[in-house]
């Protein structure tokens, strides 16, 4: 009796697993959803990462201009308006940014222009001599996408240097 038992039990498990096979179409509309929801929310983080990161080319090039600037003109007494004469391979157009520096005998400014100016943010610093022919250097950023927040002259004089406008110190 135990194993007519057994058998009927063991067709019946078989015969019910045919039947039940594949998913359900609530099962795959659930799926669908969750997918849709976990994709609208990465999304928007996803590319804001990817605007940080072409944003940190400006920055990085921003800094080592007026770093360079600083050194040339210990050694030569004045600025100069030329990436070129500074030596430190920064290139006047990227994919992101374009770059101009302008200069005199007390003062450089360079400024990063986004090529997407509604996705990234536009920076600018510059140098400055102070009193004894110290220098000061400021690097700046506008508060959001350039094209919403034009790039102002930061305020460079000998008695020290700020952010104008929309523009606020580079983090």
Known sequence: ???ELYTKL?????????NNEGFTLIELL????LIGILSAIALPSFLS???????SEAKMYIGAVNRAQQAYRMENTLFTDSLDTLQISIPV?????SYSLTADSNKAIIT?????TAALKGF??????ISYGLTLAVACQTAGPEANNPITTPSLTS???????TMSNMD
């Not at 008695?159 to 406008?165: L, P």
């Open 1 to 3: 009796m135990k194993s």
């Open 10 to 18: 063991v067709q019946h498990l078989l015969s019910k697993n045919k």
């Open 30 to 33: 659930m799926v669908f959803i």
């Open 49 to 55: 990462q990817a605007a940080k990161a072409q944003q």
């Open 93 to 97: 157009s990227t994919n992101n940014y």
């Open 112 to 116: 990063a222009t986004a090529n997407d």
């Open 124 to 129: 600018n610093g510059g140098v400055t001599v």
């Open 159 to 165: 008695i020290g240097v700020a952010c104008t406008g």
